[in-house]
């Protein structure tokens, strides 16, 4: 069922039918938000208002627009709220999928180590910058999209991931020696 | 060879699949995203507006409709510019034992979608200052600055809010404000609880 069947199903009274869109986004949204907040907790905090305001939103979305492009945009605002406001919590790293602890080889404690340093690479850039990066890398999104979802120019865009990674890469010189 | 591409390349690469690994989530949370939708009122669809056809555009061409209408967009852009300026009692704040009055508070604008700049004017001649303490500050009176009272004990302080509803304390400076309990909790008995307010911070503009 695509996105804007279970919007219609919602907005003709069917509320559960949104638990499909919750289920579909849901890990792409806390992947994204970890990233963004730095911590689970408010990560998933973030989503949780995300999803809630969208549903409130949902007669508000118009079909000539992507609905996942619609509701990332809440979530990155919520995200940009979070930030904002100063209720992140101390940065926490993410939590290590349960299923890839048991798969990890010997070499699994260096990996930990460099993925907690590219969390704290990306605790230093900018807000925008690490928006770039995740947006860019993370959610693999093409520069239109990118610009959908930000408002922002494909060149600035552009320049910004240029930036932020040229500082990432800067940031993680020390421990990159893979 | 050292080839700084290559490594640049490698260094994308390994940073894309680290983004990319799942994280792990907290069932219970997804969970409650249902239960919150399910008490939410259902959302309404948005009335359409018809398109403008030809005729309105005919009618906009007209040199009077258009120096009317600049007029009525400066006249509201005034009014908005003045608008900080002009506090409704929007919704009336509990009075304080020791005469603290919250005068109102008004949502003076949308910082963004999700944030909403609210500013209240209280008045406590009583006190010699005044702090404000709210969930955004997890309680803590330090946090958040109020502008010193004037001569009538009268005091300003705007906070950033996301849209809802926040409930806030009025204090003295040194006093640490324990959390209250839960909105609508019987025996909210906290110390700031007497001086308490609700803040709406739903609208776009009160």
């Keep these: ?22 289920d579909r986004y849901y890990d792409r949204f806390a992947r994204y938000a970890v990233h963004m907040v730095g911590n689970r907790e408010d990560a998933e905090e973030a989503v949780q208002d995300a999803f809630v305001r969208a549903y409130r939103s949902l ?115 020390e421990a990159y020696c893979v | ?20 690994r799942p994280v792990a989530t907290n069932a219970a949370r997804k969970a409650r995203i249902m239960e919150l939708v399910r008490a939410t009122a259902p959302p309404a669809r948005r009335a359409r507006l018809p398109r403008r056809g030809r005729g309105a555009r005919a009618g906009l061409a007209s040199p009077i409709i258009g120096v009317a209408l600049a007029a009525g967009v400066c006249g509201v852009m005034t009014a908005a510019a003045l608008r900080p300026l002009l506090v409704e009692p929007r919704q009336a704040m509990a009075v304080a034992a020791d005469a603290d009055t919250a005068l109102g508070d008004t949502i003076t604008s949308t910082l963004r979608d999700t944030a909403r700049l609210v500013r209240t004017i209280l008045a406590a001649p009583a006190r010699s200052g005044v702090v404000a303490a709210a969930d955004l500050t997890r309680w803590n009176a330090s946090a958040t600055s ?29 006093r640490q404000v324990p959390e209250p309990p839960a909105l609508g909790a019987p025996g909210a008995g906290s110390p700031a609880s007497s001086a308490d307010s609700l803040v709406p911070a739903s609208d776009t503009s009160s």
């Design chain 2, 1 to 20: 060879m050292f080839d700084l591409g290559d490594e640049l390349d490698r260094l994308e690469a390994w940073v894309a699949r680290e983004l990319r």
């Design chain 1, 59 to 173: 007669g508000q979305y118009e079909e000539r627009e992507r609905f996942a492009a619609w509701l990332f945009r809440i979530l990155m605002n919520q995200c940009r709220t979070v930030a904002a406001l100063g209720r992140r919590r101390a940065r926490t790293f993410p939590d290590v999928d349960p299923g890839e602890l048991t798969l990890t080889d010997a070499g699994g404690a260096e990996r930990q180590e460099l993925r907690d340093r590219l969390e704290r690479a990306l605790a230093q850039l900018s807000p925008e910058q690490r928006e770039a990066v995740v947006l860019r890398y993370g959610e693999d999104l093409s520069y239109d999209d990118m610009a959908a979802v930000t408002g922002a120019g494909v060149s600035a865009l552009k320049m910004r991931v240029k930036r932020a990674f040229a500082r990432l890469r800067e940031l993680l010189q």
């Design chain 1, 1 to 22: 069922m695509t996105d804007v069947a279970v919007v219609e199903r919602v907005l003709a009274g069917d509320a559960d039918a949104y638990a499909i869109l919750v």
């Design chain 2, 146 to 174: 109020v502008a010193a009272a004037d001569a009538s004990g009268v005091s300003m302080v705007a906070v950033a809010l996301a849209p809802g509803r926040h409930r806030a304390a009025l204090t003295d400076p040194a």
